[in-house]
């Protein structure tokens, strides 16, 4: 899920070969309001079939934090050189690198 409009998307991501990965990609036409709103994860929740208890947002930012938290998830903040200062303590999980998720997800 993203803010970007698909466009910008597609340019973005067109060299990086990780859109195999994914079963679909929210972007700003499919929703009403941005994040931090809730509708976006609540948009991509109807999308994939799941239920908030069974899912886990991966975000790096304090917008998207406040959407998964307003949607009722659970979400882990990624920590990068832009997300350094902001408040995150409504996070549920704060890791530096994506590898920590499997220890998250697998317990």
């Not at 991501?13 to 990965?21: G, S």
């Not at 700003?28 to 994040?35: G, L, N, P, Q, V």
């Not at 509708?39 to 908030?52: C, D, H, I, V």
Request: proline share 4%.
């Amino acid at each position: 899920m993203t803010t970007a409009k698909r466009a910008d998307f597609e340019l973005i991501h067109e060299k990086r070969h990780i859109r195999q990965f994914m079963d679909f990609v929210l972007v700003r036409e499919d929703y009403e309001h941005a994040k931090p709103h809730p509708e976006p994860y609540l948009t991509g929740l109807k999308r994939f079939g799941a239920t908030k208890e069974e899912t886990l947002v991966v975000e790096d930012s304090l917008r998207g934090l406040k959407s998964a938290v307003a949607a009722g998830i659970v979400c882990a903040i990624v920590r990068n050189d832009f997300t350094h200062s902001p408040d995150f303590s409504e996070a549920t999980y704060r890791i530096e690198a994506l590898i920590e998720l499997r220890d998250i997800v697998v317990g």
